[in-house]
C-alpha cells in the first residue's frame, strides 16, 4: 500500500510510547513509519523495540553540532530515510493551539487535570512509561536536562536561514536516501531535483503554518510536471481516506502520508489502533479501485479523475 505513517511530534504523548507502537504497526503491516525529531520515544528506543528501518524527520536547529549528533544517531539506528523537513524554519500562529493552551510542559490547569481524571487509561499508561520527554533532544543537549529547559531552548533554535546549501550539507553529512518535506511550489521543486535530493513531499505542513495556502491535492499536479519524472514525489495533508490516496496517485504521487489517520487510532487503541486505521485506509483503497475497474494500483492515473 503506497502509504506511509508521517512524522507527528509528540505521538508519545497520544499513548504511552506511542511511537514504538505506531512504528511495530507499520512494521507489521508493511508500510513505512517515520519519527520526528520532536518525538518523545527516541531515534534510540524505536530502533531498539523494532525490525524493520524506519524513517527520521529532521528538523534543522541552529545548533549544527547538535544536528550532526542527530544525523549521525538516525545513522546509527539504520535509519533508511532522513527526511528534511523544510517549511518550520519559522512558526506559524497557530490559533488551535493557542486556543487549547498547548504548551511544553503541559500547564496544571484546572481543566487539563479535569481532562486527565476522564482518561484514567491514558493517565495509568503515561505513569507507567519513564518515556514522558522529548527523547530525541533531552539528554543530548548540555542546556537542556528537562522539559523546562527545552522549551526555552527550542524557542530559539529553529533556524529561519536554511538554505540550498544547507541542503547539500545535511545530504553529504547523511549519505543516504534524501527526501526533503514541505514542498508546495513548482519552483522549489525543480530547486529540490537540483540539490541531489531522491524524492520530495508535497506538504502544507497539515495547514497549521500558513492559513490560506493552498491544499497538497492543488499543489501537486503543478509540481508533478515541473520535476517532469526527475524525482520521486509524494503527498500529504488530508489524507484521511483510501479514495483519498487514490486521488492522490491519480494526479501523480508516488505514494502519500497519514497523520491524523493513525494518531486518533493510536490514541484510541495504541498499536492496535493504529493497525486498525491503516486497515481502514486500505480497505478504502481496494474498493475504490475496484469500481473503477483496476486490479493494478500501477493502472492508477489522472484517466481516472472526473473533471466537470
Not at 37 to 42: G, L, P
Not at 51 to 56: H, K, L, N
Not at 165 to 174: A, E, G, N, P, Q
Request: aromatic share 6%; glycine share 10%.
Amino acid at each position: 500500500m503506497p502509504v506511509a505513517l508521517a512524522p507527528v511530534g509528540l505521538t508519545g504523548m497520544q499513548h504511552a510510547d506511542g511511537e514504538i507502537k505506531a512504528a511495530k504497526a507499520a512494521e507489521k503491516f508493511g508500510v513505512p513509519f517515520c519519527l520526528s525529531t520532536m518525538s518523545i520515544c527516541s531515534i534510540e528506543d524505536v530502533a531498539e523495540n523494532t525490525s524493520a528501518p524506519f524513517w527520521f524527520q529532521l528538523y534543522v536547529m541552529r545548533d549544527r553540532q547538535y544536528i550532526e549528533r542527530l544525523i549521525d544517531r538516525a545513522k546509527a539506528a539504520s535509519c533508511s530515510a532522513l527526511v528534511l523537513t523544510v517549511d518550520l524554519q519559522i512558526l506559524g500562529q497557530r490559533h488551535k493551539d493557542i486556543k487549547n493552551g498547548l504548551s511544553t510542559p503541559p500547564r496544571p490547569t484546572l481543566s487539563n487535570i479535569i481532562n486527565i481524571t476522564t482518561k484514567p487509561r491514558w493517565a495509568l499508561g503515561m505513569l507507567g512509561t519513564r518515556r514522558r520527554g522529548f527523547g530525541n533532544i533531552i539528554g543530548h543537549v548540555d542546556s537542556v536536562d528537562g522539559m523546562g529547559s527545552l522549551a526555552r531552548w527550542t524557542a530559539g533554535q529553529f533556524d529561519p536561514t536554511l538554505s540550498w546549501d544547507d541542503v547539500k550539507w545535511i545530504k553529504d553529512r547523511w549519505g543516504g536516501k534524501l527526501i526533503l518535506k514541505g514542498i508546495i511550489d513548482a519552483e522549489d521543486a525543480r530547486l529540490a531535483v537540483r540539490s541531489g535530493a531522491d524524492a520530495l513531499i508535497v506538504s502544507n505542513h497539515g495547514g497549521r503554518q500558513l492559513d490560506g495556502a493552498p491544499a497538497s491535492i492543488d499543489a501537486l499536479p503543478a509540481i508533478v510536471d515541473a520535476v517532469d519524472g526527475n524525482i520521486e514525489i509524494w503527498m500529504d495533508g488530508g489524507i484521511r481516506t483510501g479514495q483519498d490516496v487514490f486521488k492522490a496517485l491519480a494526479l501523480g504521487a508516488s505514494g502519500t502520508l497519514i497523520g491524523r489517520a493513525y494518531i486518533y487510532g493510536l490514541g484510541a487503541l495504541g498499536e492496535a489502533g493504529v493497525t486498525k486505521s491503516l486497515q481502514i485506509i486500505a480497505n478504502e483503497l481496494d474498493l475504490t479501485m475496484a469500481f473503477c475497474g483496476l486490479r493494478d494500483i500501477n493502472e492508477v492515473t489522472e484517466k481516472v479523475i472526473w473533471n466537470n
